[in-house]
């Protein structure tokens, strides 16, 4: 069975500091990967996504994440981080042709100080 | 563009009380629509998924259950709520099985 692991639940940082989110998965077929960033009381919001092709991902707000099938890992990075970035960042897989069903890891509150 | 919408935003409900949450998508047809449950201090479990009308996969057996009376509508049901059914409730549709977008969520609190 796949499973999600982030290894970290709570992540302080100070503001414009580099940060990184880490996320490992297991399974034994390929997978489809990502991250998705949840402020409080609210829905879920899709940050970025590792369908194929280049293993380094990018969002639009300075996000990014890099798959590594041999460590099978997709941890997120941000060199600078602001505090409208504290939130709550969920990463998920995927199983190609199961329905999209995701699987999502327990979650890291990346909490940013000033 | 896509907006997908969720009610009540909010809702307190005793043990026992029968439960109906909405979901409905506008600007897509035949979207792939789910519902996930998160709770407490935890990650998003999957309850239901449907690829069509009248199509429903459970994922996880329970007193909750789910139709999808039209193609862009999802509802999620109980007959009976219990305690452990409080939790936030999230909806989400995609254009395809690798594409989700979620829905603001329904907060439940059973007493």
């Known amino acids: 069975a796949q499973s999600v692991t982030q290894l970290d639940s709570q992540v302080p940082v100070f503001e414009e500091a580099p940060v990184e989110l880490r996320c490992n998965y297991s399974?034994?077929?390929?997978?489809?990967l990502f991250w998705y960033v949840q402020y409080p009381n609210q829905g879920l919001q899709l940050l970025l996504k590792?369908?194929?092709?280049?293993?380094l991902v990018e969002s639009i707000n300075g996000f990014e994440a890099e798959f590594n099938k041999s460590q099978t890992s997709f941890h997120l990075r941000k060199p600078s981080v602001h505090i409208s970035d504290t939130a709550e960042y969920f990463c998920?897989?995927?199983?190609?042709?199961?329905?999209?069903?995701?699987?999502f890891g327990q979650g890291t509150e990346l909490s940013v100080k000033p | 563009s896509q907006t997908i919408h969720q009610w009540p935003a909010t809702l307190v409900q005793p043990v026992g009380s029968p439960l109906s949450l909405e979901c409905t998508v506008e600007?897509?047809?035949?979207?792939?629509l789910y519902w996930y449950r998160q709770a407490a201090g935890r990650g998003l479990q999957l309850l239901f998924y449907?690829?069509?009308?009248?199509?429903i996969s459970s994922e996880v057996p329970q007193n909750l259950s789910a139709s999808r009376p039209q193609d862009r509508q999802f509802i999620l049901s109980s007959k009976k709520l219990l305690l452990s059914d409080s939790g936030f409730y999230l909806c989400?549709?995609?254009?395809?099985?690798?594409?989700?977008?979620f829905g603001p969520g329904t907060r439940l609190t059973v007493t």
């Open positions: 989400a549709w995609g254009p395809s099985a690798y594409e989700q977008y």
């Open positions: 399974s034994s077929v390929s997978v489809y």
């Open positions: 449907s690829v069509g009308i009248g199509q």
């Open positions: 590792y369908l194929s092709g280049s293993t």
């Open positions: 998920a897989v995927t199983i190609y042709n199961q329905g999209g069903k995701l699987i």
């Open positions: 600007g897509t047809s035949n979207p792939n």
